[in-house]
């Protein structure tokens, strides 16, 4: 399998929080400094899409790099080759049952992955 196939890009990155508090002040200041829009979820605030400022710790100690595939299942198989391992409890699915998001199950270099679906 070549990595080309599956169309691989950064889609954002996700920074860690110590709570609500600092995720919101994190996510002010790089919407200040930059001029970017702000969508706040329940559980994070995306910062012009490509930061997700999440409001408590999550996955990575660092936090998480969210990285784009037009083929989630191909490119799990294909990064499965390369010795990664997932995370089965964090995939997501469509509704037709198709698996559109998933994390590896281990940090590279303090952060943790995700595969998610272009949209």
Same mark, same amino acid.
Not at 80 to 100: M, N, Q, R, W
Not at 103 to 113: E, S, V
């Given at each position: 399998?070549?990595? $080309?196939? &599956?169309?691989?890009? /950064?889609? *954002? %990155?996700? @920074?860690?929080?110590? +709570?609500?508090?600092?995720?919101? #002040? ?29 409001? $408590?710790? &999550?996955?990575?100690? /660092?936090? *998480? %790099?969210? @990285?784009?595939?037009? +083929?989630?299942?191909?490119?799990? #198989? ?42």
């Amino acid at each position: 399998m070549d990595p $080309k196939e &599956f169309n691989f890009s /950064l889609a *954002h %990155i996700g @920074i860690n929080s110590a +709570d609500a508090a600092e995720g919101l #002040a994190t996510a002010q200041l790089l919407a200040d400094l930059f001029g970017f829009p702000q969508r706040e979820t329940d559980g994070s605030v995306f910062v012009n899409e490509q930061f997700e400022v999440m409001k $408590k710790p &999550f996955r990575g100690r /660092l936090g *998480h %790099i969210a @990285i784009s595939t037009t +083929d989630v299942p191909g490119a799990r #198989a294909y990064l499965e080759s390369k010795g990664i391992v997932f995370a089965e409890d964090t995939a997501s699915y469509d509704d037709e049952g198709k698996l559109k998001l998933i994390y590896t199950r281990d940090d590279i270099a303090g952060f943790a992955f995700h595969l998610t679906r272009k949209g």
